[in-house]
Each structure stands twice: as structure tokens, then as C-alpha cells.
């Protein structure tokens, strides 16, 4: 079993939203950054958005600013990626991933726990 669970994808109409949840099931979250990766068809996993263990949010890719929020619930050992006004470049498959630190890093190799993946599809 993975460590952590990524859940809320779908396919969706462009313009509507998502919530993608994703929760640790054998990894305690609360003292990691947690980030959130997308892997579009053909091309490599990009870091879309990370918080700090502090709650501090980080967009990293211009793509998302303005339209996905990120949050975490360290009550529930939870994160969350709100994604509003979907694109159909948004298409692709979600990670959730817990950071090796407690701030944020661009790089896949300094995250320690990662979801299964959650698909999400957009198209008209």
C-alpha cells in the first residue's frame, strides 16, 4: 500500500472545477511540505503547488496561478488542491507527494511519499 492516496479526479467540462484530496495513510503529513505534481500525457511530472509544513503556499508552474488553491488539514492528515476554471491543458494524472523537508522544493527527489496518482480529463 502506498503511503498516501490521492483521490477527486474526473473528467470535467472546461470552466468547471475539482477538488483533489489527498490523505496519508501509513505517513504522518503534519511536519513535511506536501506538493502537488501533474504528469501530462507525453510529458514529464511537473510540480504544480506546495505547502510549507507552516501552511505557507508556493505556486510553482504560471499555468495555475490564480485558478488552483492549495491547502492542507493536518487534523484529518489531509491536503487539498482546489482547481477552478479547468483548461483542457490541465488534462493529466495528479500526484500528491510528501516533502523530504519542511519547506518546499521544485525537485521529485527531495519528496519521500507519493500518491498512486488521480486522472483528471478535460474536454469539451
Known amino acids: 500500500q502506498l503511503p498516501l492516496v490521492d483521490s477527486g479526479g474526473g473528467s470535467v467540462a472546461p470552466g468547471e472545477s475539482l477538488r483533489l484530496s489527498c490523505t496519508g495513510s501509513?505517513?504522518?503529513?503534519?511536519?513535511?511540505?506536501i506538493g502537488w505534481f501533474r504528469q501530462a500525457p507525453g510529458k514529464e511530472r511537473e510540480l504544480l503547488f506546495c505547502i510549507t509544513a507552516n501552511r505557507v503556499p508556493t505556486p510553482y508552474s504560471d499555468s495555475v496561478k490564480g485558478r488552483f488553491t492549495i491547502s492542507r488539514d493536518d487534523a484529518k492528515n489531509m491536503a487539498f488542491l482546489q482547481m477552478n476554471n479547468l483548461q483542457l491543458e490541465d488534462t493529466g494524472v495528479y500526484y500528491c507527494a510528501a516533502g523530504q523537508y519542511q519547506l518546499c522544493s521544485l525537485y521529485p527527489s527531495n519528496y519521500i511519499a507519493w500518491g498512486q496518482g488521480t486522472p483528471v480529463t478535460v474536454s469539451s
Open positions: 501509513e505517513f504522518t503529513l503534519e511536519t513535511h511540505s
